[in-house]
């Protein structure tokens, strides 16, 4: 299967300007690397009904967040709500790395969307951002009256590591020990932290993301090998997932993480949850941040958007 003509693009304007692998580089280094990227490759914001910055306690004190509303939205209407986790495998990304997604995905869903700031590795190892998500889940159900959301129609989502920690507090909130979810969104997510699945050793040169640069990440994050094994940090090792909310599985035909998010999806169906996965063939990983170059970045989002729209109406 061919890549996708804009993925190409933005793969080979990336070799052209001579930006190392991020595995190449200290997380500081990373990061910077990435914004640089962003506000190249990345699709322009669309005007939202109502943006605000707010904190909500954390285990380690306050932690960022950023409460978007859907355009066309009343005012004073009590808005279905989606809690969505960044991607970069938790080591970058932040709440301006991913506006442009959250604001499509309320636009698109007429919801409230807000994106949490979570703390990130090396400085802090999981399962810190477990912890931090857990906080900000529970503060969006126990104030949802004040944050004008219906703390009946919440759910969970993120892109890559944010898929794997939307798809951890799924469980957790299955098992009693997080508010309600109705529904979970994941985009390309990581959901084992082995790195032993074929796609590992397919894709090892000339992408975004390679195997070299999510063992990277997967070390920052669980530094202690023996914890990897642990379901807050590999969902897909779960004894089960029958009970879990509702899924959305998305992923790319051109990623490392593409064999555990099949097969993620997979144990979804066979658990007895319903679930919709979609499979983009021919697209690279984290190619939903890279709309400027990617058309396709917008139709997936939106298609994504669709699926949580049905499930706030009842679908």
């Known amino acids: 299967m061919p890549i996708d003509p804009g993925a190409v693009a933005v793969l080979n304007l990336i070799k052209e300007l001579g ?3 991020l595995h190449l580089l200290s997380p500081p280094e990373a990061r910077e690397a990435s914004a640089k990227s962003r506000a190249v490759l990345g699709a322009e914001p669309e005007e939202v009904a109502e943006v605000e910055d707010l904190t909500c306690p954390g285990p380690r004190g306050p932690i960022p967040l950023r409460r978007y509303r859907g355009a066309g939205t009343k005012v004073g209407e009590a808005l279905p709500c989606l809690l969505y986790l960044h991607g970069g495998g938790w080591v970058i990304g932040d709440l301006d790395s991913h506006d442009a997604p ?16 979570y703390r990130m590795a090396p400085e802090y190892v999981y399962p810190a951002a477990v912890e931090d998500c ?3 889940l529970r503060f969006v159900a126990e104030n949802a009256g ?11 989502g993120g ?21 309600k ?21 397919r894709f090892t040169e000339g992408l975004i993301l390679t195997d070299k640069t999510m063992r990277w990440f997967i070390n920052h994050y669980t530094p202690d090998p023996a914890r990897r094994v642990e379901w807050q940090a590999s ?3 779960v004894p089960s997932l029958q009970g879990v909310a509702s899924a959305y599985v998305m992923t790319a035909g051109y990623d490392p993480l593409v064999d555990e998010g099949i097969e993620f999806a997979r144990r979804l169906e066979a658990d007895g949850v319903r679930v919709t996965h979609v ?4 697209q690279i990983h984290a190619f939903l941040t890279m709309g400027k170059f990617i058309p396709a970045a917008d139709l997936a989002l939106r298609q994504a958007a669709l699926a949580l729209a049905h499930h706030f109406a009842g679908g």
């Open 159 to 179: 892109d890559s590591a944010g898929g794997n920690l939307a798809a951890v507090l799924a469980i957790m909130s299955r098992d009693g020990a997080l508010p």
């Open 134 to 136: 857990a906080a900000a």
């Open 19 to 21: 930006r190392p692998p």
């Open 146 to 156: 004040a944050l004008r959301l219906d703390p009946s129609r919440i759910a969970v």
């Open 181 to 201: 979810v109705g529904f979970q969104l994941l985009l390309y997510p990581a959901t084992d932290m082995a790195g032993e699945r074929p796609a590992y050793e």
């Open 102 to 117: 959250c604001r499509l995905l309320a636009n698109a869903a007429r919801c409230s969307v807000v994106a949490v700031d």
């Open 235 to 237: 969902p897909l090792r």
């Open 279 to 282: 499979h983009m063939s021919d």
